[in-house]
């Protein structure tokens, strides 16, 4: 990816605005960024979300973003959701990198940690724990609620030295914010060659790339019997059923799995599927439409 793309001002630009529903936010940022947007701005309006990306114009955008709406579409059919709405429109004179960074605000987590991008970094307040992460990835900002979540419960959970297992880790910003936290060792994985390269761009941009194992590799293949003490999943609903037992497994007694990214509805299935794994649960909530657990492997036993 063209880490300078959007950078270049007085050229012409193709805005592309889908309307979609939270549950399909993180897959078309993603799908957005693989066909070539450098940033992804996300605005909440009412049940739906409204994304933003701009493409320098030319004859293949109408092409690659169509290829993003049958992906979403596909996935709509699959869930029985509203299918997205697509809208293109020329823009002119537009410096995208500025656009991204009028939606783009620092934020803070719980006591002690704060969340923005490279340019506001002068911004942490004395005491706080910087975790820096670069919208223009668009693989996760620390906006979504999901991502709070985990973040909030992270600084709840982790105890200093204790090892931490960052899966599904798209921009890193989980791994970062574990080493913040005292946690180590870390290790960051995702199946997505291009959440590999975001999360290794955000870990050098807070100085931890020689701190971090990062792995491209799919759930917990590269597990091993009771080796964390914290493992941190923000994916998806399904990943509760599929790779449950292996969380359960590579945990230490007295572990913790985060978990994240299922609706709130789905909070009921969540909990039946941690208990017949083995684990105790510790926490249960949600944020808007959706919902985070804590669950803990039996210290004895």
Request: charged content about 25%; glycine content about 10%.
């Amino acid at each position: 990816m063209d880490k300078d793309a959007g950078h270049t001002p007085g050229i012409r630009w193709t805005e592309v605005e889908l309307r979609l529903l939270p549950g399909q936010v993180e897959l078309a940022a993603l799908l957005l960024n693989q066909v070539g947007a450098p940033g992804v701005v996300q605005e909440d309006v009412g049940d739906e979300v409204i994304l933003r990306a701009a493409f320098p114009a030319d004859d293949t955008v109408g092409e690659r973003v169509t290829g993003v709406k049958r992906a979403l579409d596909s996935l709509a059919c699959e869930l029985n959701w509203r299918p997205p709405e697509l809208l293109m429109r020329p823009l002119k004179d537009v410096d995208w990198s500025v656009e991204i960074k009028k939606h783009f605000k620092p934020f803070l987590v719980g006591q002690t940690l704060w969340v923005g991008p490279p340019w506001s970094i002068d911004e942490c307040p004395d005491g706080r724990f910087a975790v820096v992460v670069n919208p223009g990835l668009a693989f996760g900002t620390g906006y979504h609620p999901t991502t709070r979540m985990c973040l909030e419960a992270m600084e709840a959970s982790i105890r200093r030295g204790e090892s931490f297992w960052d899966v599904g880790c798209g921009s890193g910003i989980l791994s970062v914010a574990a080493c913040r936290l005292g946690a180590a060792p870390v290790r960051a994985s995702d199946v997505d060659p291009q959440a590999i390269e975001a999360a290794r761009d955000n870990l050098e941009r807070n100085g931890l790339a020689e701190k971090v194992e990062v792995v491209q590799t799919e759930g917990m293949d590269q597990g091993s019997d009771e080796s964390w003490h914290v493992v941190a999943s923000n994916v998806h609903f399904e990943y509760v059923l599929a790779d449950g037992e292996r969380v359960f497994q590579s945990l230490k007694k007295g572990g913790r799995w985060i978990l994240s990214g299922f609706l709130r509805e789905q909070s009921g299935a969540v909990r039946s599927s941690l208990k017949d794994i083995g684990f105790l649960e510790e926490r249960l909530v949600a944020s808007e439409e959706w919902g985070m657990a804590v669950a803990l492997k039996a210290p004895v036993g």
